[in-house]
């Protein structure tokens, strides 16, 4: 089926130790999305690839990087995680332009810092 | 002002019971309107679009309402499996049209036997 893959489900990383998180994609959707989500809040975007164009949301701190070397895959980069950036991090896609405005979300990826 | 508002509740229903969710919305720019679900330490999923003349889906019915910007969400005959999450979402379109949905924190709806 095609689908939102991230991988891995569950990361555990140390204070200031960079980890890289992944999302892959089947659905050959044009744009993608980066949320992070904390308990019980809102997802909150983060960042998004319209093709290969990057956009940055204004509030999104310096600390978060991105990367999509292609069409199917995107990566979150978090350089020097604090506490405050465990949360579920969720990776979504949608073809612009297309009939539904609907995002595809792939299972997340839960980040704990120590 | 939160661009989506919703109560967070939880809604505590018996099975059986028609229980209704609303959200207010800040931005008339708004275009698109939507609840989707969330379960526990899961990704959210569409559960349904909201059209400006209403629309239903089983046991789902959503409204709108421009002139109030708000949006509502009634779920009829409530199973132990509707226990979740609802997370109202609107969408504005930007110039680049690229388009960004805004999420609500979410109503939690626990359907009790």
């Known amino acids: 089926d095609a689908m939102v893959i991230q991988n891995p489900r569950y990361q555990v990383t140390q204070f200031g130790k960079p980890v890289t998180l992944s999302c892959s994609q089947t659905?050959?959707?044009?744009?993608m999305y980066w949320y992070q989500q904390k308990s019980s809040q809102a997802p909150k975007l983060l960042f998004h690839y319209y093709d290969k164009d990057f956009n940055n949301e204004a509030d999104t701190p310096d600390n978060f990087q991105s990367r999509r070397p292609n069409t199917s895959f995107c990566f979150l980069d978090i350089r020097s995680p604090g506490l405050g950036d465990a949360a579920m991090y969720l990776c979504?896609?949608?073809?612009?332009?297309?009939?539904?405005?609907?995002?595809?979300f792939g299972p997340g990826t839960r980040l704990t810092v120590l | 002002r939160k661009e989506v508002e919703q109560d967070p509740g939880p809604f505590n229903v018996p099975e059986g019971a028609t229980v209704a969710f609303n959200c207010t919305y800040s931005?008339?720019?708004?275009?698109?309107f939507f609840w989707y679900r969330q379960d526990c330490r899961k990704e959210p999923k569409l559960l349904m679009s909201?059209?400006?003349s209403g629309n239903e889906d089983g046991r789902f019915t959503a409204q709108l309402n421009r002139a109030s910007q708000y949006i509502s969400l009634l779920i009829r005959d409530s199973k132990l499996s509707d226990s979740a999450t609802y997370l109202c979402v609107v969408n504005k379109m930007p110039m680049d049209s690229s388009y960004k949905l805004i999420f609500g924190s979410g109503t939690r709806l626990l359907v009790r036997p």
């Open positions: 909201v059209y400006s």
């Open positions: 659905l050959n959707h044009n744009v």
């Open positions: 979504a896609t949608k073809q612009a332009g297309g009939p539904s405005n609907e995002q595809f």
């Open positions: 931005n008339s720019a708004s275009q698109s």
